[in-house]
């Protein structure tokens, strides 16, 4: 599932991207719509919110204090914009920034995220050479076009200038997006959660571990292009694979099958260091036992048969909590277990919640400090060891 934010400018192919809407919508993605105070005269918003199921932006000084430009920009996967006017298109590709659109666009291309531009107008207009140069522009910074096609135009004359059905849009933002990603091709397996060691049939022992972190890691590499399985020990409706384990030797098994052909691992989970030595496979009961001696065993460390025995291409990260000595530990961490990254986290900052601080150290003993970012920035500033 993507963000998907759609453009829609002031031009008389602005009804066809309704269906582009409802292609997106169809698979499942999220859609925004923002639009010129131009586009209302070709389309309403009550048919753009009906579709999108969210509220149309337009107005950039719509709240008090809001800075939709800057906060859609995060929020969306890719900016489509189509139909792109003659008028829009020279603006951003100037830098010009004077309503929402153009505010949206302008910070959208800083941030160099996946763009899409669909140009569609008159061909008098599309054979302007300035309209050219401004989308050879616009191509240079790393936008998408997709060109418009020949045909009979709304202005009554044959020629250069329609917007591609909203099927081939949709197509060609895929295998853009498909092309742009940087994970695009990477096999990566993610584990999440606490690990689960049964006392009997009804009783485990856990920890704290919320999944969150593990979560994020996967959504993120699922949105960068990566095929992810993840392993976690709680059930999860995704666009990716998922498996469900419960103990730490379950997920040892689990981890080692799919590492096999993936090329990297990330061990977001908080594993189990004991496991109960004897299970029973009854329930306990409480008659005739006044107290209750569990003897525990150490479990496999899975960070450490997993690293140690990768191959060349495979990179696997790992992850360290501690409440005292968190950097001394992580790094004797990852230099006994043969990982190429460690991340390292203090439980008391990122145990169950949704923000957190890590410190990632690598093999070559560099460290990089992020503090009070939610889980989803510290995906991207994890993922980002794996293509930078
Ligand atoms: C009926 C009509 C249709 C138009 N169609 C287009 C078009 O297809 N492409 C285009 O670039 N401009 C078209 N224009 C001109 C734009 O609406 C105009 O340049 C406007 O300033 C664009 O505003 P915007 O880029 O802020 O949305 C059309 C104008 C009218 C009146």
Not at 241 to 248: G, I, M, R, Y
């Amino acid at each position: 599932m993507r963000n998907v934010l759609i453009g829609i400018t002031g031009a008389i192919a602005a009804y066809k991207t309704c269906e582009l809407i409802r292609q997106f919508k169809h698979t499942g993605d999220q859609v925004k719509v923002v639009i010129t105070e131009n586009t209302l005269q070709f389309l309403g918003k009550k048919t753009l919110e009906t579709l999108s199921g969210n509220i149309v932006y337009l107005d950039q000084f719509r709240e008090k204090g809001s800075t939709e430009h800057i906060s859609l920009v995060d929020w969306a996967d890719v900016f489509v914009v189509a139909p792109a006017s003659a008028n829009t298109i020279s603006k951003i590709a100037d830098g010009i920034a004077d309503n929402l659109m153009t505010s949206v666009a302008c910070a959208y291309l800083g941030h160099k995220k996946p763009f899409v531009v669909v140009p569609s107008m008159n061909t008098g207009m599309w054979e302007n050479d300035i309209v050219q140069e401004n989308l050879k522009k616009l191509e240079n910074a790393g936008v998408y076009i997709i060109e418009p096609e020949y045909g009979f135009l709304a202005c009554g004359v044959e020629g250069k200038g329609k917007m591609p059905e909203p099927s081939k849009i949709y197509k060609e933002t895929l295998e853009f997006l498909a092309k742009k990603l940087p994970l695009t091709g990477k096999k990566i397996v993610i584990t999440a959660g606490g690990t689960k060691e049964y006392i009997d049939p009804v009783r485990y022992i856990t920890n704290a571990s919320s999944g969150k972190m593990g979560l994020a890691l996967a959504e993120s590499a699922h949105k960068l292009g990566a095929d992810v399985t993840l392993v976690s020990t709680f059930s999860h409706n995704a666009p990716y694979k998922v498996l469900e384990v419960a103990s730490a030797c379950d997920m040892l098994d689990v981890v080692k099958a799919e590492f096999e052909n993936s090329d990297y691992l990330i061990m977001a989970a908080a594993v189990a260091d004991y496991r109960i030595e004897n299970p029973k496979t009854q329930k306990i009961t409480k008659e005739n036992n006044e107290t209750l001696r569990l003897e525990l065993v150490k479990n496999p460390d899975i960070l450490k048969s997993i690293a140690e025995n990768k191959k060349l291409n495979q990179k696997v990260i790992g992850f360290c909590l501690a409440t005292e000595n968190l950097l001394e530990c992580a790094k004797s961490k990852l230099e006994a277990k043969k990982c190429d990254f460690i991340v390292a986290n203090e439980a008391e900052k990122s145990l169950g919640k949704d923000d957190t601080e890590i410190y990632i150290i690598s093999k070559s003993d560099e460290t990089k400090h992020f503090e009070n970012i939610s889980k989803k920035q510290a995906a991207v500033k994890i993922l980002e060891l794996l293509y930078d």
